[in-house]
């Protein structure tokens, strides 16, 4: 029998039994949908959803998916604002159509990105830019006697450290940029200066790391060995415990400062991130690059860039996390191949066309193309000259030297080039009165160090 059939039966016999006992309409709806399985399934037992019904349900439906999309691109938008991006909070709204266009919420939040935008002022002074070594997780176990503890406690900062210095830098109004904003080169030869706008009382900074390899350090001693790419897609570092335990985490600059902007995203102006650079010599990440003379593919090659085909797993590894920096918003810089003093001094035109070749081909090929060079040791080339030449014609045109106390900007023809401060044990012990303006040393500085 069609269910129809038993539908029509049972109401049929219902209404009978319903004319002869007496029972309610909702008595004889119960049991009509217990019969047929139905029960709790249709407003007031029906036997079956009347159009009525249908056409509320489907209405209902439909508002709750409403709300959840208007709720979803509020939620973004409000994200974007938190950053200040006001154009794109005020784009993502105006992805809204019909009612929900129309919605209070929306005009509210509309209201108030537009006074954000237009709240933002001008800055005019300097631009410091503070640039970190590697950080030390465990200094119990790096500054614990051995004949490498004098090194890292001069020329390495902890985890704790930079973890204050960056609570110092939030609390202090400084907010976190990206160093493209301060200039841009609009055509080759012709680099100009941008407009900055930034929230009222807030101070623009540069942050970076340098020379990002991990060679230099002996594993179980509490320092990192490698950046990897976590399974929700970001970099985190991996470093062994002392019970010898490898792990990922917030172990180093880069997750660190990702994590910090998460938890603070006003500390970072329009999704800025910083920048790490790298050499290649001694590897990148923590990843070793293949000898040349090992018959091993050293760089990409006609058509390898694309797809990878003849890398080892270490180029893998390093393209690998390239990319998912360049996703998060980082910039990488490079750093020579050899990481070697690059001043006229120390290398002829040719020796520095060596080196920058010899990156491109072997590291840019991995890591992405840049446009930012970090003068190792602050040894920067002449300005002008040959191999400021070389650097304009091959696209690197944001140079970064190294002072200790002094943030120093200046625009050239078709370049930027801009000191960094560099901060290490050395500088945190021996000269606190660089850092005054940003934390105090005092109070940040490691009771392990």
Known sequence: MKKKERIRILAVLGAASL????????????????????????????????????????????SEADEKNLTEVLDKAAAQAAGYNFDEAIATLNTLTGSAALDDRVKEARESYEQGDSSLIAWEGDIPHLCFPTLIEDPLRAFDGDDMASTYESTMVTTAEFKAMLDSLYKNNYILI???????????????????????????????????????????????????????????????????????????????????????????????????????????????LPDPDSGENVSSGEGTQASGSGWTEDQKRIAEVSEALRNEGWSIAC????????????????????????????????????????????????????????????????????????????????????????????????????????????????ENR
């Open 335 to 446: 750093a020579g191949w050899s990481h070697s003093y690059m001043n006229d001094a120390s290398m002829t035109t040719e020796q520095f066309r060596q080196e920058i070749d010899t990156w491109e081909s072997r590291v840019g090929v991995l890591t992405g193309k840049t446009d930012i060079l970090f003068f190792p040791y602050g040894a920067e080339v002449s300005y002008p000259g040959e191999s400021l030449n070389y650097l304009l014609d091959n696209g690197i045109v944001y140079l970064s030297g190294l002072w200790g106390d002094t943030d120093y900007r200046e625009i050239g023809d078709g370049y930027m080039r801009m000191t960094r401060r560099f901060v290490d044990g050395s500088s945190l012990t021996s000269a606190p009165e660089y850092f005054t303006d940003f934390f105090d040393v005092e109070a940040v500085i490691d």
């Open 19 to 62: 004319m002869l006992t007496g029972c309610t309409r909702s008595q004889m709806n119960y049991q009509i949908a217990e019969a047929i399985g139905t029960d709790g399934k249709y407003e007031n037992n029906e036997p079956v959803e009347t159009p009525k019904m249908k056409e509320e349900r489907a209405a209902k439906e439909q």
């Open 178 to 288: 990206d160093i493209h904003s301060i200039a841009s080169l609009v055509s080759k030869g012709d680099m100009e200066q941008q407009t900055l706008r930034l929230p009222e009382g807030k101070k623009p900074v540069v942050l970076s790391q340098d020379n990002v390899d991990y060679s230099a350090f002996r594993n179980g001693d509490g320092i990192v060995k490698a950046l990897v790419v976590g399974d929700d897609g970001l970099v985190k570092a991996e470093y062994t415990d002392e019970e010898g335990h490898d792990l990922e985490g917030d172990y180093d600059f880069v997750p660190i400062l990702d994590s910090f902007i998460a938890e603070h995203p006003d500390f970072s102006f329009q999704g800025a991130k910083g920048i790490v650079s790298v050499s290649g010599k001694s590897g990148v990440y923590g990843y070793e």
